[in-house]
Protein backbone atom coordinates (compact mmCIF):
# COMPACT_ATOMS: atom_id res chain seq x y z
CA UNK A 1 0.00 0.00 0.00
CA UNK A 2 0.98 3.92 -0.51
CA UNK A 3 -0.16 6.81 0.97
CA UNK A 4 1.10 10.15 1.88
CA UNK A 5 -0.18 9.81 5.27
CA UNK A 6 2.36 7.98 7.18
CA UNK A 7 0.36 7.29 10.71
CA UNK A 8 -2.92 6.14 8.16
CA UNK A 9 -0.73 3.71 6.21
CA UNK A 10 1.10 2.08 9.18
CA UNK A 11 -2.09 1.45 10.88
CA UNK A 12 -3.54 -0.21 7.71
CA UNK A 13 -0.30 -2.27 7.09
CA UNK A 14 -0.58 -3.63 11.00
CA UNK A 15 -4.47 -4.26 10.67
CA UNK A 16 -3.58 -6.49 7.69
CA UNK A 17 -1.06 -7.95 8.98
CA UNK A 18 -2.53 -9.02 12.11
CA UNK A 19 -5.22 -10.89 9.46
CA UNK A 20 -2.27 -12.79 8.58
CA UNK A 21 -1.88 -11.03 5.78
CA UNK A 22 1.64 -9.87 3.83
CA UNK A 23 1.81 -6.67 3.51
CA UNK A 24 3.82 -3.50 2.32
CA UNK A 25 3.77 0.26 3.13
CA UNK A 26 5.32 3.29 1.11
CA UNK A 27 5.05 6.39 1.81
CA UNK A 28 4.22 8.14 -1.44
CA UNK A 29 2.53 11.27 -2.95
CA UNK A 30 0.17 10.27 -5.63
CA UNK A 31 0.91 13.55 -7.62
CA UNK A 32 4.56 13.45 -7.69
CA UNK A 33 5.86 11.32 -10.58
CA UNK A 34 9.05 10.30 -9.53
CA UNK A 35 8.34 8.94 -6.41
CA UNK A 36 5.46 6.43 -7.91
CA UNK A 37 8.33 5.36 -10.34
CA UNK A 38 10.45 4.83 -7.56
CA UNK A 39 7.87 2.96 -5.85
CA UNK A 40 6.67 0.98 -8.70
CA UNK A 41 10.52 -0.35 -9.33
CA UNK A 42 10.98 -1.39 -5.70
CA UNK A 43 8.29 -3.28 -5.95
CA UNK A 44 9.95 -4.88 -8.98
CA UNK A 45 13.28 -5.50 -7.81
CA UNK A 46 11.76 -7.11 -4.38
CA UNK A 47 9.15 -9.48 -5.97
CA UNK A 48 10.25 -9.42 -9.68
CA UNK A 49 6.76 -8.26 -11.07
CA UNK A 50 3.91 -6.18 -10.74
CA UNK A 51 0.55 -8.13 -10.97
CA UNK A 52 -2.03 -5.74 -9.91
CA UNK A 53 -2.62 -2.07 -9.69
CA UNK A 54 -5.55 -0.27 -7.74
CA UNK A 55 -6.02 3.39 -7.62
CA UNK A 56 -7.85 4.71 -4.81
CA UNK A 57 -6.76 7.75 -3.47
CA UNK A 58 -8.53 11.21 -4.04
CA UNK A 59 -10.07 13.88 -2.24
CA UNK A 60 -13.35 15.20 -2.66
CA UNK A 61 -15.27 18.34 -3.52
CA UNK A 62 -18.14 20.43 -2.69
CA UNK A 63 -17.40 23.51 -3.80
CA UNK A 64 -20.71 25.12 -6.43
CA UNK A 65 -19.71 25.39 -9.37
CA UNK A 66 -20.61 29.38 -9.45
CA UNK A 67 -18.38 29.90 -6.19
CA UNK A 68 -15.52 27.96 -7.13
CA UNK A 69 -12.25 29.02 -8.91
CA UNK A 70 -9.53 27.66 -11.30
CA UNK A 71 -6.80 26.78 -8.40
CA UNK A 72 -10.22 24.30 -6.55
CA UNK A 73 -10.78 22.47 -9.96
CA UNK A 74 -6.72 22.31 -10.81
CA UNK A 75 -6.55 20.80 -6.92
CA UNK A 76 -9.26 18.07 -8.12
CA UNK A 77 -7.79 17.47 -11.56
CA UNK A 78 -4.51 17.10 -9.90
CA UNK A 79 -5.73 14.97 -7.22
CA UNK A 80 -8.21 12.42 -9.20
CA UNK A 81 -7.51 12.48 -12.38
CA UNK A 82 -3.56 13.34 -12.77
CA UNK A 83 -2.51 11.29 -10.25
CA UNK A 84 -5.07 8.09 -11.99
CA UNK A 85 -2.47 9.01 -15.29
CA UNK A 86 0.35 8.82 -13.49
CA UNK A 87 0.08 5.66 -11.62
CA UNK A 88 -1.35 3.87 -14.93
CA UNK A 89 1.86 5.23 -16.53
CA UNK A 90 4.16 4.27 -14.53
CA UNK A 91 2.28 0.72 -14.14
CA UNK A 92 1.79 0.17 -18.03
CA UNK A 93 5.47 0.26 -18.73
CA UNK A 94 6.17 -2.77 -16.61
CA UNK A 95 2.90 -4.61 -17.29
CA UNK A 96 3.58 -4.59 -21.29
CA UNK A 97 7.27 -5.59 -20.49
CA UNK A 98 6.14 -8.84 -18.77
CA UNK A 99 2.68 -9.23 -21.06
CA UNK A 100 0.45 -8.95 -18.24
CA UNK A 101 -1.59 -6.93 -15.57
CA UNK A 102 -4.66 -5.36 -13.94
CA UNK A 103 -5.06 -2.21 -13.10
CA UNK A 104 -8.39 -0.71 -11.34
CA UNK A 105 -9.03 2.66 -11.36
CA UNK A 106 -11.87 4.14 -8.55
CA UNK A 107 -14.24 6.44 -10.21
CA UNK A 108 -17.24 7.57 -8.16
CA UNK A 109 -21.33 7.47 -9.05
CA UNK A 110 -20.90 11.38 -9.49
CA UNK A 111 -19.07 10.15 -13.03
CA UNK A 112 -22.47 8.66 -14.46
CA UNK A 113 -24.57 11.59 -12.70
CA UNK A 114 -22.49 14.36 -12.73
CA UNK A 115 -22.58 14.57 -9.35
CA UNK A 116 -26.21 14.09 -7.60
CA UNK A 117 -26.20 12.69 -4.36
CA UNK A 118 -22.32 12.34 -4.15
CA UNK A 119 -20.82 16.09 -4.99
CA UNK A 120 -20.92 18.68 -7.02
CA UNK A 121 -19.79 19.60 -10.63
CA UNK A 122 -15.81 19.58 -10.04
CA UNK A 123 -15.50 16.23 -8.35
CA UNK A 124 -17.62 14.94 -11.48
CA UNK A 125 -15.73 15.89 -13.85
CA UNK A 126 -12.58 14.43 -11.87
CA UNK A 127 -14.23 10.96 -12.18
CA UNK A 128 -15.61 11.37 -15.53
CA UNK A 129 -12.22 11.96 -16.87
CA UNK A 130 -11.31 8.79 -14.75
CA UNK A 131 -13.33 6.28 -16.30
CA UNK A 132 -12.88 7.46 -20.03
CA UNK A 133 -8.81 7.47 -18.99
CA UNK A 134 -9.73 3.98 -18.01
CA UNK A 135 -11.45 2.64 -21.45
CA UNK A 136 -8.65 5.10 -23.37
CA UNK A 137 -6.11 2.59 -21.88
CA UNK A 138 -8.02 -0.36 -21.67
CA UNK A 139 -8.19 -0.41 -25.48
CA UNK A 140 -4.31 0.39 -26.02
CA UNK A 141 -3.30 -1.90 -23.26
CA UNK A 142 -5.35 -5.02 -24.04
CA UNK A 143 -3.38 -6.10 -27.06
CA UNK A 144 -0.21 -6.38 -23.99
CA UNK A 145 -2.99 -8.44 -22.31
CA UNK A 146 -3.19 -5.70 -19.42
CA UNK A 147 -6.43 -5.19 -18.51
CA UNK A 148 -7.74 -2.12 -17.68
CA UNK A 149 -11.30 -1.38 -15.65
CA UNK A 150 -12.85 0.68 -12.79
CA UNK A 151 -15.37 0.87 -10.65
CA UNK A 152 -17.87 3.37 -9.81
CA UNK A 153 -18.69 3.57 -5.96
CA UNK A 154 -22.00 5.03 -4.96
CA UNK A 155 -21.85 6.90 -1.05
CA UNK A 156 -19.41 4.51 1.16
CA UNK A 157 -18.40 4.77 4.59
CA UNK A 158 -15.88 6.95 4.69
CA UNK A 159 -14.61 10.43 6.28
CA UNK A 160 -14.59 11.62 2.80
CA UNK A 161 -18.38 10.99 2.13
CA UNK A 162 -19.68 13.06 5.05
CA UNK A 163 -17.14 15.86 4.92
CA UNK A 164 -18.56 19.83 5.52
CA UNK A 165 -22.12 17.60 5.11
CA UNK A 166 -25.40 18.46 7.03
CA UNK A 167 -25.79 15.56 8.77
CA UNK A 168 -30.16 15.67 8.19
CA UNK A 169 -29.31 16.46 4.72
CA UNK A 170 -27.26 14.10 3.78
CA UNK A 171 -29.57 11.29 5.90
CA UNK A 172 -32.00 12.34 3.79
CA UNK A 173 -30.62 11.94 0.50
CA UNK A 174 -29.41 8.28 1.66
CA UNK A 175 -32.86 7.01 1.94
CA UNK A 176 -33.40 8.06 -1.33
CA UNK A 177 -31.30 5.48 -2.43
CA UNK A 178 -32.90 1.43 -3.14
CA UNK A 179 -30.76 0.42 -0.44
CA UNK A 180 -31.37 2.88 2.22
CA UNK A 181 -27.57 3.04 3.49
CA UNK A 182 -24.10 3.75 2.91
CA UNK A 183 -22.13 1.24 1.85
CA UNK A 184 -18.90 -0.43 3.13
CA UNK A 185 -15.61 -0.28 2.40
CA UNK A 186 -15.49 -3.78 2.41
CA UNK A 187 -17.94 -4.36 -0.55
CA UNK A 188 -15.74 -2.79 -2.76
CA UNK A 189 -13.27 -5.90 -2.21
CA UNK A 190 -14.99 -8.48 -4.40
CA UNK A 191 -15.31 -5.88 -7.45
CA UNK A 192 -11.76 -5.41 -6.71
CA UNK A 193 -10.45 -8.92 -6.79
CA UNK A 194 -13.01 -9.68 -9.64
CA UNK A 195 -10.97 -6.96 -12.13
CA UNK A 196 -7.44 -8.17 -10.71
CA UNK A 197 -7.91 -11.71 -10.94
CA UNK A 198 -8.27 -14.47 -13.43
CA UNK A 199 -11.89 -14.47 -12.87
CA UNK A 200 -12.40 -10.81 -14.77
CA UNK A 201 -10.29 -12.04 -17.59
CA UNK A 202 -12.54 -11.15 -20.45
CA UNK A 203 -13.02 -8.05 -18.63
CA UNK A 204 -11.91 -4.79 -20.53
CA UNK A 205 -12.89 -1.17 -20.14
CA UNK A 206 -15.99 -2.32 -18.30
CA UNK A 207 -16.93 -0.02 -15.20
CA UNK A 208 -18.68 -1.51 -12.07
CA UNK A 209 -21.06 0.24 -10.71
CA UNK A 210 -21.41 -0.98 -6.79
CA UNK A 211 -23.91 2.12 -5.22
CA UNK A 212 -26.83 0.44 -3.54
CA UNK A 213 -29.15 1.22 -6.23
CA UNK A 214 -28.18 5.30 -6.45
CA UNK A 215 -27.47 5.73 -10.13
CA UNK A 216 -30.86 4.21 -10.91
CA UNK A 217 -32.50 7.65 -9.18
Known sequence: MADINDEKLNESVEELRREGLLCEGVKMDITDAQQIKETIRGIVETHGRLDGVVN????????KFLESSSADFDKVINLNLRSVYLCCRAAAEVMVKQRSGAI?????????NGGGLMSTSLYAASKGGVISLTKGLARELAPYNVHVNSIAPGSIDTPMT??????????????????????????????????????GSFMVGATLDVNGGSYMY
Open 162 to 199: TADRDPQEYQSTIQKMPLHRRGQPEELVGPAILLLSDA
Open 104 to 112: VNIASVAAR
Open 56 to 63: NAGITSKV
